[in-house]
């Protein structure tokens, strides 16, 4: 049985506190996130551009792993209720078919007026190498929910 969602308020929040999750990206993630957004460019669906493209291979979106940051944000740290105000993202490797990655946000500032917290981003591919970096600004929420 899933566990149910549940908020870090922000009384509880404490600096260097930090969520992860992991994913394997699949041709069918690329797929649907290129339908979902309308980003059908032939680096992320056609393998014959890719092949002549920089990468020489099919690449996930960008910013399909800035949606795992999202992800960990409003389901887990803080989780429900967060407020997404500010994303600064790197990218510094593509993600491509059947890579692994791993997402991290930690507690980097809080900041009292306005109940803020601003997090720093990762994620980390299946060779250990960092292919995205940031840093997010968010309301936390104050009031538990689960």
């Known amino acids: 049985m899933p566990t149910p969602l549940q908020n870090k308020v922000f009384d509880e929040l404490k600096v260097g506190d ?3 999750i992991t994913k394997t990206l699949t041709k069918q993630d690329i797929e649907i996130f290129a339908v ?3 980003d059908i460019n032939p680096a992320h669906l ?3 551009f890719a092949k002549k493209d920089i990468f020489k291979k099919i690449v996930g ?4 792993g800035g949606t795992l940051i999202s992800t960990i944000l409003g389901t887990i740290l803080p ?4 407020i997404y105000l500010e994303q600064t993202l790197k990218f510094l490797k593509p993600i491509g078919v059947d890579d692994k990655v791993s997402i991290t946000v930690t507690v980097k500032e809080k900041i009292e007026v306005g109940n803020r917290a601003r997090l720093s981003c990762t ?3 299946q060779l250990g190498q960092e292919v995205m970096t940031g840093e997010a600004l968010v309301i936390v929420p ?3 929910i689960s």
């Open 79 to 82: 989780g429900p209720g967060t």
């Open 18 to 20: 930090s969520a992860t």
């Open 123 to 125: 994620c980390i591919n």
């Open 61 to 64: 979106h960008g910013m399909w």
């Open 46 to 48: 056609d393998e014959s």
């Open 36 to 38: 979902v957004t309308g």
């Open 142 to 144: 104050t009031q538990k």
